[in-house]
């Protein structure tokens, strides 16, 4: 049950930290697109890649890798949001900005999730 609640609380926290970085790129980046979505799971994938690395290749504790990938990562990281997004670019017959997000969004996610398991594989 605590690992329960420990999941619940940094899933939260996960969500406010997506919400606050979605608004820290867009600002930068603009809404046009959503370019603030992308990285958010960008990152998010290669921080999961890291944190895999560091706790199940190293035998870590798993308890770790629970909470930060469910609770927080999971929290974090958005793919209805992205489909959500997509959705609205296509109803705006924005159809290869809509196809272009959600490729570049798992290329990127694959890309920087073997990125940062690789670090995490390495880092001793």
Do not use: C, K
């Amino acid at each position: 049950m605590v690992l329960a609640m420990g999941v619940m609380l940094l899933g939260g926290l996960g969500a406010m930290s997506r919400y606050l970085s979605d608004l820290g790129f867009s600002s930068v980046f603009g809404r046009r697109l959503p370019w603030g979505t992308m990285a958010v799971n960008i990152l998010g994938s290669g921080l999961a890649g890291l944190i895999l690395g560091v706790t199940a290749y190293q035998h870590r504790s798993p308890t770790t890798a629970v909470l930060l990938l469910s609770g927080f990562l999971g929290g974090y990281t958005t793919a209805s949001t992205i489909a959500y997004e997509a959705a609205r670019l296509a109803e705006g017959r924005r159809m290869l900005a809509a196809v272009g997000i959600v490729a570049g969004t798992m290329a990127g996610a694959i890309t920087a999730g073997g990125i940062g398991l690789a670090i995490g594989i390495a880092v001793r």
